[in-house]
């Protein structure tokens, strides 16, 4: 084919690609528009997951009659006017390429009317091509209705998705956007029915009542706002025993724009590092506030991403600001005791068993534990001294401390004293690996043998020294020698286990993530009798633990009933 300029039309089909990936990147540009003109209602009308229509109504500032037909131009704002306005955008929309991308590719009406003029305008484009303004009685602010999206770039339509998962892009577009701007009444129909609204009060916590239901909402950890003077970070953080398997609630607005950014996201899930199982990710939503100089938007043609002048200092000032808030907010997690605790205390044969006599029967009404007391963010979030009273079930260790009865997962506790020893002796050096007297041979499958190939530093890093002994066939010389005791193939096949669970792991995650793992296998089980001596030797280990309060993967190692929440329970206040 000779080489020849593309018509005007199918040229700004092709551009209008990059803006218009599916049907809520419309949603998006049009509620960007009319969060840009301060809008303080938005209505959004989805029909067919936004095939159909996708219709956005707003009562901001609208558009002039006369400038409507300017509207649909390619490259046409009122954002921007200077490459030198780049520099400090502080509209979510600047590239003046929404409307004309949106109105290439479906059939597009735009009625709008400013609160200072008489009468407003209707225009309409089809397929790119725009008809005459028409003057049109209709409210103050902008109603944008998108219809047959699509219809003339089938190579598109083809790759959409059903429409519920069309439906569920739109619907997290909303609520997160209603969350970033809790001024602003959101309201969201799709089908016929409304799925989402929010009131505009500037409540967040309602809007997270809303998105995730009341009960998560309310144990949602605030970031009460924090940075330095360039950067500041507020939001919401799901406390460890709350997650996902997925990191699709990990939210980022930047100055208000919603950003996918991968480094965001390590630096948030570097900061719930060990505090999660593995495999599970936080609901998070922060919001960033930085100088405009410092970062630039223009990378995107949907403006979905950004980059930082100092990526390295955003990261570090997240992660701390989202570290600081878990250690000093997430005590041992209310539990509803009942359900869990039978009220029969063991006795252990051979053993002094404490004195239970006063605990012979189930509580007749739940206790209700009171929200532990949230140290503020200090980064200390050690236990007290401990007095062992004993141990129950085989399983759960009794201490006394200060302020109250604190009642111990034996396996779990000792999962975390395990996994801080070995990541400090991994940290300094001294990690000891132990030769086997008998090299032990494992194969693996050809999937299995490319992942250790892979990783074979990280192996001999962590002390198993591997060596290849066949086309798929490993050979085990030495392992760390708090392991040695356990069966060496099924350890370095649990291991490479932990590889595969995540495609791009990162190599500190990856670390921790096999040390938990190791760690959980070594650990004293339930069911196992300690000594008193034991027992006084893990409380010691966990006193000296800097999150002594949950396990590497998340869960708790221990709950904690306070003097005051016992003499509660008992009538004595
Ligand atoms: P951009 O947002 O990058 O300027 P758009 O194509 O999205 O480009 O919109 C073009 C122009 O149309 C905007 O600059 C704005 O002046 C006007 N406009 C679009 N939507 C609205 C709206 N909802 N309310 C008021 N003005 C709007
Ligand atoms: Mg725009």
New binding site residues.
């Given amino acids: 084919m000779p080489i020849e300029i593309l018509p005007e039309q199918v040229a700004s089909a092709i551009a209008a690609g990059e803006v218009v990936e599916r049907p809520s990147s419309v949603v998006k ?1 049009l509620v ?2 009319a969060l ?1 003109a301060n809008a303080s209602r938005i209505e959004v009308v989805i029909e067919e997951g936004g095939r159909q229509l996708i219709q956005v109504s707003d009562d901001g500032e609208g558009i002039h009659a006369e400038e409507i037909g300017l509207s649909v131009a390619r490259f046409a704002t009122s954002k921007l006017r200077t490459a030198d306005d780049l520099h400090h955008i502080e509209t ?2 600047f590239r003046g390429e ?2 004309s991308s949106i109105g290439a590719i479906s059939f597009l009406e735009i009625s709008s009317k400013a609160p200072d003029q008489p009468a407003g305008a209707v225009l309409r484009v089809e397929g790119g091509k725009a008809q005459k303004p028409k003057p049109a009685g209709v409210p103050i602010g902008t109603q944008v209705r998108v219809r047959n999206l699509f219809f003339n770039v089938p190579a598109r339509k083809e790759f959409l998705k059903t429409d519920p998962t069309e439906r569920r892009w739109i619907t997290t577009l909303i609520t997160r956007y209603a969350l970033a701007y809790p001024g602003v009444s959101f309201k969201l129909s799709q089908e016929g029915r409304v799925v989402f609204r929010s009131s505009g009060n500037g409540d967040r916590r309602e809007i997270l009542a809303e998105i995730y239901g009341l009960e998560i909402a309310r144990e949602m950890l605030g970031l009460p706002g924090g940075g330095t003077s360039e950067l500041q970070v507020q939001g919401y953080l799901s406390p460890p025993h709350i997650h996902r398997s997925n990191r699709r609630e990990l939210t980022f607005f930047v100055n208000g724009r919603w950003v996918q950014d991968s480094s965001l996201s390590a630096a948030v899930l570097q900061a719930y590092h060990t505090m999660l199982m593995v495999g599970r990710y936080p609901i998070v939503t922060l919001f960033l506030e930085i100088e405009p100089a410092e970062i630039d938007v223009n990378v995107h043609p949907a403006k979905a991403e950004i980059r930082f002048r100092d990526s390295g200092k955003v990261f570090t000032v997240v992660q701390r600001a989202v570290r600081s808030a878990l250690i000093g907010q997430s005590p041992a997690p209310p539990v509803d005791l009942p359900s869990r605790w039978t009220g029969q205390a063991h006795e252990i044969e051979g053993q002094q068993s404490p004195d239970w006599s006063f605990w012979h029967e189930a509580p007749s009404r739940p206790i209700e534990l009171e929200a532990p007391e949230r140290s503020q963010g200090n980064g200390d979030d050690r236990v007290p001294l401990l007095r062992p009273v004993g141990q129950v079930g085989a399983s759960y260790l009794v201490a006394e401390g200060p302020d109250g009865l604190y009642l111990i997962d034996q396996h779990a506790a000792h999962e975390r004293i395990l996994f801080d020893a070995f990541m400090e002796a991994n940290r300094s050096g001294s990690l000891e690996a132990q030769q086997l007297l008998d090299p032990v041979a494992v194969e693996f499958s050809p999937g299995e043998a490319e992942t250790i190939e892979a990783h074979l530093d990280v192996l001999n890093d962590l002390g198993f020294h591997v060596e290849q002994f066949g086309p798929r066939t490993y050979r085990l010389h030495a392992m760390p020698s708090m392991l040695m005791s356990r069966d060496p193939g099924v350890l370095l096949r649990s291991v490479v286990e932990e590889f595969e669970e995540d495609e791009t792991p990162l190599a500190s995650e990856i670390e921790a993530r096999i040390a938990a793992r190791i760690c959980k296998r070594v650990a004293v089980k339930a069911g196992q009798v300690l000594t008193r001596a034991e027992q006084e030797r893990l409380l010691r280990d966990l006193e000296a633990c800097l999150a002594p309060r949950t396990c590497p993967h998340g869960r708790p190692t221990m709950i904690h009933l306070s003097v005051a929440s016992l003499e509660r329970q008992f009538g004595r206040r």
Avoid: M, R
Wanted: hydrophobic share 40%.
């Fill in positions: 540009e960007e528009n840009d979510l929309g929404a409307l």
